[in-house]
């Protein structure tokens, strides 16, 4: 959704046109994935991390066009919502130090940004949910004026046929009806890719689906939206529901929102872009001029411009992607985890999910064999909702019969195991110990962005107003964030 278009109204054949292309686009990829080393190559990781923007009294400053007009960086980019940015990061071959580089590059990437804002009055927050978000902060008057949000908006309102819906419930309870897309950016992510051998794709893709439950957990850091505590990760409900363009009809046959965990264990990478352009209608039909037959038929690498458009603008938490450069390759889009409390943890939970999922990689056809995928998908609430302290249901090698375990349990298993797996790799092992010292650091100490912010909130409850109390956690948090300490070692008094 990153593309720049300049049309914002499309005729029934265009979209017709459109989705035929799409079917044909998925036949040269069928045809891609049988060429001999096709995916091969080195394996590399990319990361996007997204911010809020604040002014000086800690509430949204809708000013990202301003701030990305002065700082002309290409790596910047717009998001839904004026306050809200996106960084995307240099991708690093999976050897050597990757996430201290990406770490480095993030942190300098803020420090550059942030001198762009102070004159115009902002600063750059990553964090999941910005806990001074109000509902006034959101409508039609807070996207951003990009002919792309005007019409993913219209699209999905017009499939909907009715508002959307957005009722959570942890602590608190809230019950919201929007007209228009803006809520779905109240959330802001970390979002790693993580490029694997093409012929195992489905491997990997189920490993990391196994394992983000536990990766989701330990990274928690939305624990509230309008002054409401809600879930750990909320989110992950918030963004489901912000864009759900399911009609009533299309709910009555379980029809799966646009947003969505999966709908099965993946057999292969094909069927997640096949399932995408059968499940879910066109948004953006803009066509390019390609045939990717003929392309394919000269030996090279089609685009498939108009299949990677369209799944584009599906969002399941874990997403393939097809990249046409250096040969074609396929990666694993990552989209469940937070953005922040720190750049640090931020890289400590990319290189713990991937170490977890190799962790399962050569089990992975018992595991899920044994482990039905709605399990799986249960044990993604599960831990979006209550975080560390949740139950899942956990596959063993050698189990006899499923049974509930507490994550925090798995975790540290896992966590071990990890580490093990990582130290096979070619990641320097100063950083292997470095980045799983800070997950370890969360599991000792059950604390997460999400729990910390939780209690520093309670505390300030005791003598503030609501407003007055999520207002100094934040500003808490800020100072925090930009000693960039990993938040397990955060103070607990405020």
């Known amino acids: 959704m990153g593309l720049s278009i300049k049309k914002s109204e499309f005729t029934e054949e265009e979209f017709e046109q459109f989705s035929a292309k799409v079917r044909t686009d998925l036949t040269a990829l069928s045809c891609l994935l049988e060429r001999p080393g096709f995916g091969e190559g080195e394996s590399s990781i990319g990361a996007e991390v997204e911010f809020y923007i604040v002014n000086s009294d800690l509430h949204v400053q809708p000013i990202n066009t301003e701030i990305a007009a002065s700082v002309q960086d290409p790596q910047l980019t717009l998001e839904l919502n004026r306050f809200n940015l ?17 770490e480095q590059e993030l942190l300098a990437a803020i420090q550059r940004i942030d001198e762009h804002a102070a004159p115009l009055g902002g600063k750059l927050v990553p964090i999941g949910i910005l806990p001074t978000l109000r509902p006034s902060d959101t409508g039609p008057d807070a996207m951003t004026d990009e002919p792309r949000y005007h019409v993913l908006s219209k699209a ?6 009715e508002p959307f819906s957005i009722h959570i419930r942890g602590e608190d309870a809230i019950n919201v009806t929007t007209d228009d897309v803006t809520m779905e950016g109240a959330n802001t992510s970390f979002q790693l890719h993580w490029r694997v051998p093409a012929h195992r794709f489905a491997d990997y893709f189920n490993a990391v689906q196994l394992v983000t439950p536990i990766a989701l957990a330990l990274a928690c850091n939305s624990p509230s939206l309008f002054g409401h505590g809600l879930w750990d990760e909320t989110r992950i409900a918030l963004f489901k529901q912000s864009i759900d363009s399911r009609s009533s009809s299309f709910k009555s046959w379980r029809h799966p929102p646009r947003v969505y965990f ?71 889009e990552l989209r469940f985890m937070p953005a922040g409390p720190t750049p640090v943890d931020m890289c400590a939970n990319g ?18 064999s044994i482990l039905p995928f709605n399990y799986a998908e249960h044990n993604f609430y599960r831990a979006a909702k ?48 470095l980045l799983l010292g800070i997950i370890e650091g969360r599991v000792v100490n059950a604390m997460t962005g999400a729990q910390w ?42």
């Open 86 to 102: 996106e960084y995307n990061l240099s991708p690093q071959a999976f050897k050597g130090t990757p996430f201290t580089k990406t």
């Open 156 to 161: 999905l309102v017009k499939q909907r046929g």
């Open 262 to 332: 999966g709908s099965g264990w993946a057999r292969s990478a094909w069927e997640l872009f096949a399932a995408s352009a059968s499940l879910y209608p066109p948004i953006i039909p803009l066509m390019s001029e390609e045939d990717p037959m003929a392309v394919l038929a000269r030996g090279e690498v089609p685009k498939l411009a108009e299949l990677r458009l369209h799944h584009g603008t599906t969002w399941p938490w874990n997403r393939a992607i097809f990249d046409p450069s250096e040969g074609g390759h396929l990666r694993i």
């Open 351 to 368: 290189l713990f999910v991937i170490g977890a999922a190799l962790a399962v990689l050569e089990d992975i056809h018992h595991l899920t």
């Open 386 to 433: 209550y975080g560390l302290d949740a139950d899942i249901v956990w596959p063993h090698k050698d189990q006899v019969q499923l049974q509930a375990s507490p994550l925090l349990t798995v975790a540290r298993e896992l966590l071990s195991r990890a580490r093990e797996e990582l130290k096979k790799t070619a990641v320097d092992e100063t950083e292997i110990t």
């Open 453 to 494: 912010q939780r209690h520093i909130t309670d505390s300030f409850l005791k003598t503030l107003s609501p407003d007055e109390a999520f207002r100094s956690m934040l500003s808490l948090y800020m100072t925090n964030q930009n000693k960039n300490t990993p938040v397990h070692e955060w103070s607990l008094s405020p």
